[in-house]
Structures are given as C-alpha cells and as structure tokens.
C-alpha cells in the first residue's frame, strides 16, 4: 500500500497548533534560563524522561510547561501517530522510491512478525543475521582461513556513506569492551590515500575484505574494491579471492560479475536506507571485530528504544520530544544547525554518523507533496568534548547566533582511570552549565575591578568577557557505553529524525540530492567532456587536470 504523494501538506508555521506555540513564544520570549530555573527549582525534575536506561534532560530548553503541552499538541495536530504507525506497520512512505521504510524489522526480536509492503520480512532477516553470525565465529574462532592456510587478522571495510559509516561508528564504539577479535579498518575515500595506507599495513595473505555496498554501483566503492583485488590477485593469485572477499549488498547479481561467491554474500533489502542499514549485513564488519553476541545486544537495544517510541506516551517520549524539541529551536528560536557533543572518546566518530543520518534524510527543499519547504531544516554537527571545547565551543558561547547542544555523556568509564572520568563529567556539566547561565558585564566588572583593573582599560575589557548565556542544551545520559545502550541511543536518533519529518512534512527516506553530483562526475570522466554543451566555463577549463 502506498501513500499518496499528491496529498497537500500544509506547512507546519501555517497550522493552528503552531501558531499558539507562537503566540506564547511571544508572551514568555524574554524569560531567561536561569530566571526560569530561579522561579522553579524543580523543573530539572519534570523536564526530564528516561527510557532503556538512557536520561534525557531538557530543561535547558527555553520551555516551560505550558511551551511542552503547546508543542506535544503539534505532535498531535502532524498526525504523528497515524504516521508511526505506517511507519511501523511497512507501508511504503518512501513515496518517491515507493518504498516501505523497514530498519525497525533488522532489529526485532526473532519470531516478531514484521511486514514492508504486506510481506512478511522477519524470516529473511533472521536467516541473515544468522548466517553473519555463522561466518563470524568462523573468522574469530580462526576457522576460516585464508588462500593459503592462515588466519584473518585485519577486515577491511570498502564502502562509503551508510555502508561506512554505521559500522566504523560502532567499531569505535565498542572495540574497547570487545575483547579479541580482527583488526577492523574502513576505506571510503576514492582519494587512493586511504586504501594505499591500509594496504600498507596489512598482509594480503591474512587480510579479509568486506565490500558494503547497498547497490553496489557506487563509484568510490567499486574503484576501492577494484583496486583492493588487484593487490590481493598480485600478491596470491586469483583463487585466492574466494577466501579474501566478501560482500554486503540488495544487488546480488552485480556481486557475482564483481567475482565474488553467492555463498561469500550477505544480502539486504529496498526497504532499508543506506544511512539506516548498519542494523543489517552492513553490520557485518562490525560483528566481525565485536563478534556476534555484543552485535545482537546492539540490536536488543535499538529494539527497545522502538518499543518506547511506539509505547510511551509523548510527553515521556524521547525521540517524540527531542523532534519537538528541535523544532521549536529552530522554527521558534531561529537555530539555524544543531550541535552534538558525544562527551566519550569512544563517539568520536557519532556525530559523523549522524549527519548522514539527519541531512540526507532532512535536508530537502520540498515537502512531501513537492511544495517548498517554509524553513531550511538545521545543520548538524559537532565532535567529542573535551576536544570540541578546545576548538568550536568559542562560538558556541560567544558567538551571535544560538546553536543548541546535545550532550551526550556516558557516566561510567570503561577504563581504569576514574579521575579522569570525573573531570570529563564535570566537564560536560560545566559545559551547559556556562552556556545557560552566561556571565553578565557587571560579574565581569567585579572580577576584573578585584584583579585590580579600572579606567578605560576596564571598560575597554568587560564587553569582551561577557557571555551572552541563555543558550539551550539537552543532557543525555548513559549508564555506560556498552552495545545495548549505544543501541538505544542510535535508534532515538533515528527516531528523532523521523519525527522530524513528519513535523515538517517531509519525506526522509528518499536523498535524490546526492544524485547531480554523481552524474557530472561521469560526464567530467568521458574522453568528450571538453566538447560537453552542458558544461560550464569554469568546470570546462579544469578538465586538464583529469590527465
Ligand atoms: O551503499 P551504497 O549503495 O554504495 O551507497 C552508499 C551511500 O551513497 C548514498 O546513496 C548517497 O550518499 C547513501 O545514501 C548511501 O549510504
């Protein structure tokens, strides 16, 4: 069953619901953080929800009560929960692909019956996962060899986009509690820097190559996975590629001409998105280096997170109240990007993951009824503190425009040295704690009149050490970072992004922005290109550099 495309979508700055969320904007705007705080001690209390171990607090949002009832009648008003449930029930709302939009099916519970379009889907899934899992013991409990007798030391991932950077995510995540198991590398860049680096580093004889690749047409993927085969064929001959390569892919056809066996290739599906794919065989590098167990508790916690997103009621609702949330600083506020700040080493690469996940699913110009978009959906950003307090937070300060943070802060340490976990809370505490309370010119005049300053050189020095404050942020915290949290706390944002779009009526699922781009690479490589009519002046003049 697809949903109609035609079916008007009013913008959401035009509806009655989001109108009185104005009007009371207006009449509360000028209520500052910390008066808020000042006349309700106890709103750190009621601006908070947790679900599957994970705490969101958002009372560092400029909200009250009223703002929160305002905003979860929006929710009702976009019809969150009729679209939830096509969402959960495999109707095809990737409308432009007529597709259904299925990842929630890659990380149920085995025997849950899970549809995409009216077909059961659950099966397949689980035949998957456990012929992944199948396949990894073998490489971890060296049982697998390579062409000539010896065991898998390093997997490497060729893939790019979602079938990179999902796995590289959770790699990083979780290879610290993992214990032994191949060492995993990811190439993605078509710059040969990065393939020639790790082809550097590893022996062809004890090297497994994981191809990722949903079509398995992407260019910078196939000129890597071609380039990785060459070097293998050189050093051990042909044969050996049966033992070297495996692939992760929809398109089997396109993986038996690339040379690799069917019983080498893990399948997946249309209905699931590239950025939404590391629940599947796209995990696959993943579960080689965390191995099958720790990669199934990644699963039951993603699980869980949907269960509450189907189940709780919205103003408990993480993803539902981080999309509100969201909305409101950007639609209400003017917040033009969003900031994350995973405050664990072992994130680095989260926000990486998700600015595929929110721009390519959010970052459109249409509705989904092909009319304009009323407000361009915010940039999403950031990069582990502490480091990021080192470089952007300046900004984030003291700069003129507000871009709220999501601190994202797992309390306890999986490493042996407490002290310095204490100073990574205190410092993502401090943190948001700056950004709300500010300091005004008169606690600057004070400081510096103690420090023994006055004069001109005074006056001339307070506007630079004010900070504006008042700046929102949600805290959210893990018990630990371990698989099944890191679960949970990728599907929230996955579920975020959903809300996301449904509040401003967009189709997430479809990314044909990435497609312009891709088609001028083609032409810019044909022998002719210099004689294209479609190519402009400047474009034109560079094609010398192509050789
Ligand atoms: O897995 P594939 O088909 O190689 O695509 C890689 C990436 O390219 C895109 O299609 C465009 O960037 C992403 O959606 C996808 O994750």
């Given at each position: 069953m697809s949903i109609s495309a035609g079916a008007?979508?009013?913008?959401?700055?035009r509806t009655d619901a989001w109108s009185a969320v104005l009007s009371h904007a207006r009449a509360t705007g000028s209520d500052s953080l910390n008066a808020l705080f000042a006349a309700d001690e106890t709103r750190a209390q009621s601006l908070c929800a947790t679900a599957c171990g994970l705490t969101l607090d958002f009372s560092k949002q400029r909200i009250d009560a009223r703002t929160l009832e305002l905003l979860l009648a929006v929710a009702e008003a976009r019809d969150l929960k009729t679209w939830r449930t096509r969402l959960m029930a495999g109707e095809a709302i990737n409308h432009t692909e007529g597709r259904a939009v299925m990842h929630v099916a890659l990380r149920a519970?085995?025997?849950?019956?899970?549809?995409?379009?009216?077909?059961?889907?659950?099966?397949?899934?689980?035949?998957?996962?456990?012929?992944?899992?199948?396949f990894s013991e073998r490489v971890r409990d060296w049982s697998w060899r390579g062409a000539r007798g010896d065991t898998i030391t390093d997997v490497v991932n060729i893939g790019i986009g979602g079938s990179d950077l999902g796995p590289r995510m959770v790699c990083e995540a979780l290879t610290a509690i993992a214990g032994k198991g191949p060492r995993a590398h990811f190439v993605a860049n078509v710059d040969g820097a990065q393939l020639a680096a790790v082809l550097e580093s590893v022996d062809p004889a004890r090297t497994l190559f994981v191809v990722t690749s949903k079509t398995f047409t992407t260019q910078e993927t196939m000129a890597n996975?071609?380039?990785?085969?060459?070097?293998?064929?050189?050093?051990l001959g042909a044969p050996a590629v049966a033992k070297h390569f495996v692939a992760v892919s929809t398109n089997l056809d396109a993986v038996t001409a690339f040379g690799i066996e069917p019983t080498n290739a893990f399948g997946f599906w249309d209905w699931v998105g590239g950025r939404y794919s590391v629940w599947s065989a796209v995990g696959l590098s993943a579960m080689l280096r965390v191995g099958p167990a720790m990669f199934r508790e990644l699963l039951a916690g993603a699980h869980a997170m949907d269960r509450h997103f189907v189940e709780a009621p919205f103003a408990q609702n993480l993803p539902v109240l981080l999309g509100l949330l969201a909305v409101w600083n950007q639609s209400a506020l003017g917040c033009s990007t969003q900031v994350i700040a995973p405050y664990a080493q072992r994130l680095v690469f989260f926000a990486d993951w998700l600015q595929q996940l929110e721009m390519e699913s959010n970052g459109k110009y249409v509705m989904r009824d092909g009319t304009p978009v009323t407000r361009s959906t915010p940039a999403l950003w950031g990069d582990v503190g502490t480091n990021s307090q080192h470089a952007f937070f300046q900004m984030l300060?003291?700069?003129?425009?507000?871009?709220?943070?999501?601190?994202?802060?797992?309390?306890?340490?999986?490493?042996?040295?407490?002290?310095?976990?204490?100073?990574?809370i205190a410092n993502a505490l401090a943190q948001a704690a700056a950004l709300m309370r500010g300091k005004t010119a008169d606690e600057?005049?004070?400081?510096?009149?103690?420090?023994?300053?006055?004069?001109?050189?005074?006056?001339?020095?307070?506007?630079?050490?004010?900070?504006?404050?008042?700046?929102?942020?949600?805290?959210i915290l893990l018990p630990r970072l371990d698989a099944f949290h890191l679960g949970a706390l990728m599907a929230m944002y996955e579920q975020r992004t959903f809300v996301l779009s449904v509040l401003w009526g967009i189709n997430a699922y479809d990314q044909w922005g990435v497609e312009l781009g891709k088609q001028l690479a083609t032409r810019l490589l044909q022998p002719d290109a210099k004689h294209d009519p479609g190519l402009d002046g400047s474009t034109r003049s560079h094609l010398g550099l192509l050789g």
């Open positions: 008007a979508v009013i913008p959401l700055e519970p085995r025997g849950l019956p899970m549809f995409a379009d009216g077909k059961r889907i659950d099966g397949d899934v689980h035949d998957v996962l456990d012929r992944m899992a199948a996975a071609n380039a990785a085969r060459r070097w293998l064929v050189d050093a300060h003291q700069g003129p425009e507000v871009h709220p943070v999501d601190f994202i802060l797992p309390v306890k340490a999986d490493h042996a040295l407490p002290e310095q976990q204490r100073l990574l600057v005049r004070a400081e510096l009149v103690a420090k023994g300053m006055k004069g001109e050189a005074l006056e001339q020095a307070i506007p630079h050490r004010v900070f504006p404050g008042n700046r929102p942020s949600n805290l």
